[in-house]
């Protein structure tokens, strides 16, 4: 097993750190505090030293530990540290190499300075605020500078060490600004007028260490920039030529860093952990006018939409090794994400929430989304609206065309009146927001990509106990006269045989009008319901029907079983209300499919009894129940209210075919 030693001062060094982790190598992370540990992730292979090494015991650790290779990773202005590790790797034979850090941009807005020494001179003869980017360690050196305690602001790390270097400079409270970065071109540019800087000094630390943003919000301002030219550095490779280096002389594999970055509610609005892996990545992928909102970034881009296009793009790179994934919005609310995941599954994934469009709805209107279903429109076969009924507040989610579909089918089903609070690429600059109902929204156009909305049904409700009333369905007649439909005591108690769950995938043979069918679909509300019926007008009765009821997760298949059977998904639940002398084939169908599948049949005659008796004896069925059901009706006769009785029928329920 090869042994590795990583001088980790940098984000560079840390995602080098976190590459040899998941190999199967020996490492070794020197870091120079505590803290510095506390951004690595432990590994059973990782032995992380977390404390500053003189050259005596680097040695020390190098005779002992007999290292394969050391990969100094430390910053560029630590050149101590540098010079300590090249020195003690040449005197004790071990192989040293340098990962160089990015250029950062250079520009003719800067004042390029060689040394703080040297940037204290040249701020002595100015006058205005001074913002100070570059640690605690040299602020002692600044002290020069006229009226440095009244004019300089000094932003050092939240720790002891820092804040004692600063009141020993003779910086007072307020002018000590503690905080943890990275930080965003936004932070830098409210820290700034809050100061009322008139120059900020920095050394240029690449892109990792923050210099664009630090640069954007200095120029946004007009404030001028000190800048500290780093260090010439070693001869070295950038992380991509050491990756490269790892897996061609020591057989490790290439396992790209791969993020899937939530932009949340737009770039304005994205979290400082989202920017810190766009602006380290080495290459984006996302749709068109992500990459563009990120051009100013000036990193390789990839358009790609789809799981496929995404999980090719990153197998097939060999150039680059840390990925950024932009997604609307927040990706635990994208449909793909899960699938992404388990596709990369031998990179190494990690997923950043982004503040979603309906967070940022609900700060608008000032409410909880505590209890209120979340639905994504653009990653359901059909639309929602029988969830609409039967919640009070539903949040949507999608694209402008399928949101206007929605509005139109609500308006179709009487929910035209539902007030909708609507908003048109939330987050984003000029976002568009309104309250309207239902109905005056199914017209109209959109200009954003997405929307998002709270719709509230104040309508009644949609009833959801089994056994709806007769009267609710429509019936009808065909040419074999009056078309069948299981009555409502009985459905009520077939259904409730049927131990339907959320999500179960039903058949109902022998539909008849559809009333089984619905009540399935209206309880396995996640699930799927097939209702097969062989009579055409049947078919377009059910029809008619699952458009009453809003039932989209109807699906209705016109033949007769058990031929119409062989193409449908294996169910969780059956039930047989007819099967034209057919119910023997239509149970081996069923078991076929799903040998647990739990079935429930009806009949009235004593021939269907018997036919049903026998196949259930026949199938050997582990659990087994049937019952008698004797239902009566009060019917109004002159003054009097007078029992009529409903034909007895036998329910049968049968689940688990013994081995």
């Known amino acids: 097993m090869y042994n590795f030693c990583v001088f980790a001062g940098t984000t560079e060094g840390r995602e080098l750190v976190e590459f040899l982790s998941a190999q199967n190598v020996k490492t070794t992370a020197s870091v120079a505090t505590e803290y510095g540990k506390t951004l690595l992730t432990p590994s ?6 977390a404390k500053r090494l003189p050259v005596d015991q680097i040695i020390e650790l190098f005779e002992k530990e007999k290292f394969d290779l050391v990969i100094d990773a430390t910053h560029p202005y630590a050149e101590s540290i540098t010079e300590s590790v090249s020195k003690a790797c040449e005197q004790t034979g071990t192989r040293y190499l340098r990962l160089l850090r990015n250029v950062g941009a250079e520009n003719e807005d800067g004042i390029f300075v060689e040394s703080v020494e040297a940037a204290a001179e040249y701020l002595n003869n100015t006058s205005g605020n001074i913002f100070i980017t570059t640690g605690s360690k040299e602020l002692g050196k600044y002290v020069s500078i006229e009226n440095f305690a009244d004019r300089a602001y000094a932003r050092v790390l939240p720790m002891e060490a820092s804040l004692a270097s600063c009141v020993s400079a003779g910086l007072q409270p307020s002018h000590i600004i503690a905080m943890q970065g990275p930080f965003t071109e936004e932070v830098n540019e409210a820290v700034m007028r809050m100061i009322n800087a008139k120059y900020m000094v920095t050394k240029d630390g690449g ?22 030219g780093r260090p010439a550095q070693k001869e070295g490779l950038d992380y991509s030529g050491v990756i490269d280096l790892l897996c061609r002389e020591y057989g490790l594999e290439r396992k790209p860093r791969v993020s899937v970055v ?59 090794s840390r990925f950024a994934v932009l997604m609307s919005f927040d990706p635990g609310m994208v449909h793909c994400t899960e699938e992404l995941v388990k596709s990369l599954s031998d990179c190494r994934v990690e997923i950043i929430p982004g503040i979603s469009g309906i967070s940022w709805l609900c700060a608008k209107l000032g409410i909880s989304y505590d209890n209120i279903p979340v639905i994504d429109i653009d990653h359901k076969e059909s ?70 909305a709270l719709v509230e049904n104040k309508a009644v409700k949609a009833v959801i106990t089994p056994g709806l009333p007769d009267e609710q369905f429509q019936r009808g007649e065909g040419e074999g006269g ?25 058949w109902d043979v022998g539909a008849g009008t559809g009333s089984v069918s619905i009540e399935m679909a209206l309880a396995s509300v996640r699930g799927s319901v097939y209702a097969i019926e062989k009579n055409a007008d049947a078919v377009d009765l059910i029809d008619f029907n699952k458009k009453r009821f809003s039932v989209s997760n109807l699906n209705i298949v016109a033949g007769l079983a058990p031929d119409a059977l062989y193409d449908l998904p294996a169910p969780t639940n059956v039930f047989i209300g007819g099967s034209s002398g057919n119910m023997r084939e239509i149970i081996q169908s069923v078991i076929d499919k799903n040998p647990d599948a739990r079935i429930v049949a009806t009949a009235v005659s004593m021939e269907s009894i018997s036919e049903i008796m026998a196949s259930m004896n026949s199938f050997g069925f582990q659990y087994q129940e049937v019952v008698l059901l004797n239902a009566a009706r009060s019917r109004k006769v002159a003054k009097y209210h007078m029992m009529m009785g409903q034909n ?9 075919v013994k081995a």
């Open 207 to 228: 892109s990792t260490g923050g210099f664009a943003e630090k640069y954007n919000a200095a120029m946004n301002l007009g404030v001028k920039m000190v800048i500290i």
């Open 262 to 320: 939530g932009i949340g509610s737009g770039k304005e609005l994205l979290t400082v952990r989202a920017l810190a892996r766009i602006e380290d990545a080495d290459c984006l992928l996302g749709t068109g006018p992500l990459l563009e909102e990120f051009a100013y970034t000036g990193k390789a881009s990839v358009k790609a939409a789809s799981t496929d296009e995404i999980v090719s793009c990153i197998k097939s790179d060999s150039v680059h």
């Open 44 to 49: 059973e292979n990782l032995t992380i030293s």
């Open 648 to 656: 007895p029928i036998h329910i049968f329920t049968m689940q688990g």
């Open 383 to 452: 639309l929602p609206v029988l969830e609409i009924k039967r919640n009070g507040k539903v949040f949507i989610s999608g694209t402008p065309e399928n949101f206007r579909s929605l509005m139109e089918e609500l308006t179709a089903a009487g929910l035209g009146s539902c007030r909708v609070s609507l908003a048109e690429d939330p987050g984003r600059t000029g976002t568009e927001f309104s309250v309207k109902t239902a109905q005056e929204i199914s017209g109209q156009t959109f200009a954003g990509l997405k929307l998002v």
């Open 482 to 506: 009056v078309i069948p439909m299981t009555k409502s005591e009985v459905r009520a108690v077939c259904i409730s045989k049927l131990a339907l769950s959320e999500d179960s995938v039903c």
